[in-house]
Every structure is written in structure tokens, then in C-alpha cells.
């Protein structure tokens, strides 16, 4: 198993917490909220609205074979 990173934290909404388990063998992301009594895996970031996961694991793949740049423009011009 890749090495397992967590990225949790508190937004502006204090009733909503966010929580990014990212496995770096093969870049699985995986986002879970939590927010007034329920919790449950998100597609969608909830902290940046319309940003989904999806892209997120995207831009980490092309990570390890693009430079930065690359990246960037890829993810400018996805964005819109």
C-alpha cells in the first residue's frame, strides 16, 4: 500500500468539517464531511464550491508526469 496522507480541516462554517485521505500509489482521493449530526463521502468540495473531487485526482496524476505549469494551464482552461 502508497503512503496515506490526511488533510483535515475546519472551514468558516463552523458546523462543517472536511476530511481528504489521499493514498499516493495510486491517487485515490477520498472527501468526507461532516456537518450537523451526519458525515458521508463528497464528490463535490463543499468549501470551494463546483470543485469536484474528480479534478482534484486528476491534477494529482498529471502530477507525476507534467511540471507545474502544465498543470496549471490544464487546470485554468478546465476551469474555465
Keep these: 500500500m502508497g503512503q496515506i496522507s490526511t488533510l483535515d480541516w475546519v472551514d468558516d462554517f463552523p458546523s462543517i468539517a472536511n476530511l481528504v485521505r489521499i ?5 485515490h482521493l477520498i472527501a468526507f464531511s461532516i456537518a450537523e449530526g451526519h458525515s458521508g463521502q463528497i464528490q463535490v468540495s463543499e468549501v470551494l464550491p463546483g470543485l469536484k473531487m474528480s479534478l482534484v485526482e486528476e491534477a494529482l496524476v498529471r502530477s507525476q508526469t507534467a511540471d507545474d505549469g502544465a498543470i496549471t494551464r490544464w487546470l485554468m482552461q478546465t476551469l474555465g
Design 23 to 27: 493514498d499516493h500509489h495510486d491517487y
